[in-house]
Each structure stands twice: as C-alpha cells, then as structure tokens.
C-alpha cells in the first residue's frame, strides 16, 4: 500500500531563503508525481508534475525532482516570497489505482 | 477562462438531510474526481469517473452517491446515511486517468 510522508509539517523561513520541502513515497511504481500549493480554505493549484521517466522540473523559482528508487521527491523554491506562504502538498499517482495518494503536507510561512 | 467550478463555496445540511454538491468543468477533461480533506489527514478519495455514464467507488464511498450524465459535470450527493460529512470537499479532473491533476476552489459542508 503506497504511503506518502512530507516532513516537516510547518516550516517558518525569512524572505530570501532557498529552501527545501520534502516528500517520501512507500511504493516505487508511481506513473507520476505532483506537487500542489493550498491558500486557506481554498482549492489546490497544480504546481509541477514530474513522470516517472523524469529527474526533475522546473517552473520559474519551483524546481521539483524524483528518485524513485530511493522514494524520494523535493520542491526547491528560490529566494522565497512572503506570497509564496501556503501549505504544499504532493501526491504520487501510483500505476495500480486511479486516485493520487496524497501526503498531509508543509505549511510554509515566508516572513518579510 | 476553462477551469472547474464548485458551488456553493459553503454549504449546512441539517441532521438527516440530503445535499449536492456541484462541480462543473470545461477543461473538456474526460476523468473526473471527489476527494474529501479533514484537518490534519491527506485527501481521500470518494468516488471517480472516467469516462461519461461510468464511475467507481474510491475509499470512503459510503454514505455519498454521483452520477455523470454529461461529461462537464460530476455532481456528489451526500445523504444522510454519511454520519461524518462535515469536511471540505475538492472536485478534481484530468484530461484522461493518470495524467495531470486540477482541482476546484472546493466547497465547505457544515453539519448544523
């Protein structure tokens, strides 16, 4: 059964910082994954998708890779933004089910 | 502007009422997708439909129904045998099964 983990759960960083946000998955046999920004009390934005023959993508400051074989994603954000403050989620899009397993995410708070 | 719609944004249902949920989407995506979020857990899956006059079961079914009738829009009862509705609910679609995930702007139940 495909977990998946984000750690840490909140991360309170200054303005400027690059930083790290983590996801690990259980099950290496995933056909994609994807990373998402949640506002509060409002819907989730697609940020990158990455598929499972991919390292990496890029998107202006979001830079997200894959290792499958060590179950590993992260989301490197470039000099952080206080808009950037949101909660970040990933979701591995496993190849033997049609729904995406969701980790409970990073709450991120840029501070000027 | 293509995108997937929600209504309402904020919904109360009375003890033993029934409530629909709407979601529309004119991506012209052909998959389309319930998931429930409750603070501090990841999404769960409801129910999913991948094509139009089909759809399955997700994780945790009982309780809701759906019908896709026309392939923009994938409306979710929730009845009253569901005895823990209340939860921001997040309708989603891709172009086909598997690919790349958008999501609504979600809509809040409240049991009163």
């Known amino acids: 059964k495909q977990e998946v983990t984000q750690i840490p759960a909140a991360l309170s960083v200054p303005e400027g910082e690059n930083l790290v946000l983590n996801c690990s998955f259980t099950?290496?046999?995933?056909?994609?994954l994807q990373w998402f920004r949640q506002d509060p009390g409002k819907g989730l934005t697609s940020l990158l998708l990455?598929?499972?023959?991919?390292r990496e993508q890029t998107s202006g400051r979001l830079n997200a890779s894959l290792d499958k074989s060590s179950g590993r994603s992260t989301l490197y954000i470039a000099a952080s933004q206080p808009g950037d403050s949101a909660t970040y989620l990933c979701?591995?899009?496993?190849?033997?089910?049609?729904?995406?397993?969701f980790g409970t995410g990073t709450r991120l708070q840029v501070f000027p | 502007d293509g995108g997937i719609t929600q209504s309402p944004k904020y919904l109360f249902r009375k003890e033993g009422q029934n409530v629909t949920l709407s979601c529309e989407q004119n991506l012209n995506h052909d998959a389309m997708y319930w998931y429930r979020q409750d603070p501090g857990q990841g999404l769960r899956l409801i129910y999913y439909s991948q094509i139009v006059n089909d759809f399955q079961k997700g994780d945790i079914a009982e309780g809701y129904s759906v019908s896709r009738e026309k392939k923009e829009s994938f409306p979710l009862t929730v009845t009253s045998a569901q005895k823990n509705p209340t939860a921001f609910y997040l309708c989603?679609?891709?172009?086909?099964?598997?690919?790349?995930?958008?999501f609504g702007q979600g809509t809040r139940l409240t049991v009163v």
């Open positions: 989603a679609s891709s172009i086909q099964r598997k690919e790349e995930a958008f």
């Open positions: 990455i598929q499972s023959s991919q």
């Open positions: 099950d290496s046999a995933i056909y994609n």
């Open positions: 979701a591995a899009n496993p190849y033997n089910t049609d729904k995406l397993i």
